[in-house]
């Protein structure tokens, strides 16, 4: 089943002006799928566009998308490739009802959306349920076109997809709003999604979060050198195993080029003195998901943590970071509330610390 076969299945040539309409590159990105995944799906099962420009360049209009979505809607149901191809194509090639007169009033099929007026010059759009389900059906909310996109690509687990749908967010906004404006949003919307369904989506928030951790040590640049009194110490308290928002603060601050050392996930209280000890640093991030895990004493032994020669002692400026510790503030202690303010916070401590090192 080729391209050259469109014309049999009521696709007509030049459905679209040359040099309209989206390329592969923004139509995947739209959909979550490699364009690699649309080149095939073009080539394969002669989803492909109706119009070119310059030969052999595609212009992907919306009606084109549209067939592309619900190809989408399909193979996330399990659907097989070859079959969800036939079934778009045999949709495609049904005949039309009569025109409607200029104002509807027909009724509109359960699940489907009423037709646009014909003078109103637009193409016609995915059924609603075709739509639901190649967006996955999360509640995304009102967010950035790539969190449907990664949503998308996670659900199906489609591994290459995701990498690069990720990959280029965090290329084309940088790690602070890359994380706080598209990845964050979606994994909240996965975690949703599992916790609503009966935890039938846990293995799509594993396999996303999986990916997230990823791309954030692809995007990082190599770990600073070690600076006297300019390191950072980032840990999970005892007990507390969400490591991937200490992960994306350390590519941040590894971006800003300040020394860090992770230490990952329930780092037992004797191991995290004994590590801050070894390094001296100039501040220790303590990550708490939950309230069971964050222990003000813990952060209070820390801080009161000193080393050095005799009369130039210092200590560590201790951060306690995550939603573990609402309500349960530290007094003295930072507690910054997003990733930019807890990147801020660390640049600033290490700058004071650098001034008054010898």
Not at 35 to 47: E, K, N, Q
Not at 79 to 85: F, G, H, N, R, V
Not at 249 to 262: D, H, K, S, Y
Request: hydrophobic share 40%.
């Amino acid at each position: 089943m080729g391209v050259h076969e469109r014309d049999s299945r009521g696709r007509g040539p030049g459905s679209a002006p040359a040099g309209t309409g989206l390329t592969t590159g923004e139509v995947a990105r739209r959909l979550g799928v490699a364009p690699t995944t649309v080149r095939t799906w073009d080539r394969r099962y002669g989803l492909g566009p109706d119009a070119r420009t310059g030969g052999r360049h595609r212009r992907w209009t919306p009606v084109d998308v549209a067939r592309l979505e619900r190809m989408c809607a399909l193979t996330a149901t399990g659907i097989p490739p070859a079959e969800a191809a036939r079934t778009v194509l045999d949709e495609t090639t049904q005949e039309p009802p009569p025109a409607a007169p200029a104002t509807p009033t027909l009724p509109v099929a359960a699940g489907e959306e009423a037709p646009a007026r014909r003078d109103e010059g637009v193409a016609p759009r995915p059924s609603v349920r075709a739509r639901s389900r190649a967006g996955s059906g999360l509640r995304l909310g009102d967010v950035r076109q790539e969190c449907k996109g990664i949503a998308r690509a996670a659900l199906r687990l489609d591994a290459s997809a995701l990498d690069e749908l990720l990959e280029t967010a965090i290329a084309e906004h940088g790690l602070v709003a890359a994380w706080t404006e598209v990845i964050m949003p979606t994994l909240q919307a996965v975690g949703r999604k599992w916790e609503s369904s009966g935890e039938k989506y846990v293995e799509v928030e594993h396999f996303l979060s999986w990916h997230v951790s990823g791309a954030l040590r692809r995007a990082a640049p190599p770990t600073a050198a070690d600076r006297p009194g300019a390191t950072v110490v980032l840990a999970c308290v005892p007990g507390e195993n969400h490591t991937l928002p200490l992960e994306v603060l350390a590519a941040a601050l590894a971006e800003r080029g300040l020394p860090v050392r992770m230490f990952g996930g329930a780092l037992p209280v004797e191991s995290l003195v004994t590590a801050v000890r070894r390094t001296g640093p100039a501040a220790v991030a303590l990550w708490a998901q939950s309230r069971t895990t964050a222990s003000r004493p813990l952060a209070q032994h820390v801080a009161a943590m000193e080393w050095g020669v005799r009369g130039a002692r210092r200590k560590p400026v201790v951060l306690t970071i995550g939603p573990g510790w609402s309500g349960r503030t530290v007094p003295g202690l930072p507690r910054p509330t997003g990733l930019a303010e807890a990147v801020a916070v660390l640049e600033t401590v290490v700058s004071r610390q650098r001034a008054v090192s010898p």
